[in-house]
């Protein structure tokens, strides 16, 4: 039986091979194609932000510049007085963050671990609120923050950010919290830790992968988000970073495409750091809690 196996098996390897030969450089084709498409966005901002007046306006643009024009960007600064915006932006994003870490942490955790019917409640209304569109609520809300006298404020935009990432922070932090073993939370009551110290002690350090990845999420969308913005704020001091690039789009749809590229790369470039700074984070949360376990 031990020799029909192992000849079995040196018949199979030989198919094995040639099959691995055909199928791995169409996955190395496959994912240079994923990476390309990704990163073609990014290096078209990155060329056309360097491009003159004169290059943008020709018949038949290249897509790397002749010349490198850095007229574009202080033209953006000037203008768009990105300065201000980005600084009210990085404000916004992260209060946000850490508002909507805070009290998702809790809930999370006692969507998770406690069983009952308001659980089940919770949970119907938290996947029911994410199908709501932004132009059924943006008239209420509206009503409501000028009642309190937090139109046209950060902390109303701030407010509005939270309400609007708090449910799906929630569902993403509580599936976390669920593949912690219950075990772990035993064994430390066991020792006398109090449900405080079980949380801050047991869960709190195994939940960094997801609070990172929550934290990335709710950065990112209070970073890019325009409808809201648009709505409650007027001031031109407080316009955050995609209410300021929306000045390079005229009234008549003429767009000024080279300050409009070179704003729009100086904005993406905040988001893409906070990115690299927490994906690598995130990695090496993965890989040690593999490690412990």
């Not at 569902?171 to 772990?184: E, F, Y």
């Not at 110290?197 to 350090?205: A, D, E, F, T, Y």
């Amino acid at each position: 039986m031990t020799a029909v196996t192992a000849g079995t098996a040196r018949r199979r390897t030989p198919s094995i091979r040639r099959r691995n030969r055909v199928v791995r450089p169409l996955q190395y084709v496959a994912l240079a194609a994923y990476v390309v498409f990704l990163g073609f966005p990014l290096l078209f901002l990155l060329t056309t932000s360097f491009k003159s007046s004169r290059e943008l306006l020709a018949p038949n643009p290249t897509l790397l510049p002749q010349s490198l024009d850095l007229s574009n960007f202080g033209q953006a600064i000037q203008q768009a007085n990105l300065l201000q915006s980005g600084l009210n932006s990085v404000i916004v994003a992260v209060s946000t963050t850490i508002v909507v870490t805070v009290i998702s942490l809790p809930a999370a955790y006692a969507l998770a671990r406690f069983r009952s019917r308001i659980r089940s409640a919770a949970t119907g209304w938290i996947l029911l609120s994410q199908v709501f569109p932004f132009i059924l609520v943006i008239i209420p809300l509206f009503l409501v923050l000028k009642q309190v006298g937090l139109v046209d404020s950060l902390v109303g935009l701030v407010l509005v950010y939270t309400v609007w990432s708090l449910p799906f922070t929630l569902w993403m932090l509580q599936g976390h919290v669920a593949s912690i073993p219950v075990d772990l939370e035993e064994a430390g009551a066991t020792d006398g830790a109090g449900r405080l110290r079980v949380l801050v002690s047991i869960v709190l350090p195994l939940l960094g992968p997801g609070l990172v990845a929550t934290s990335l999420f709710t950065f990112i969308s209070a970073w890019n988000e325009f409808f809201f913005a648009l709505v409650l704020i007027q001031n031109p001091a407080l316009q955050t970073l995609p209410l300021s690039l929306a000045r390079f789009v005229g009234s008549e749809g003429q767009v000024q495409l080279g300050q409009l590229a070179a704003g729009a790369l100086l904005a993406t470039l905040p988001s893409l750091l906070f990115f690299v700074l927490i994906q690598r984070r995130l990695t090496s949360g993965l890989l040690s809690g593999a490690v412990k376990g």
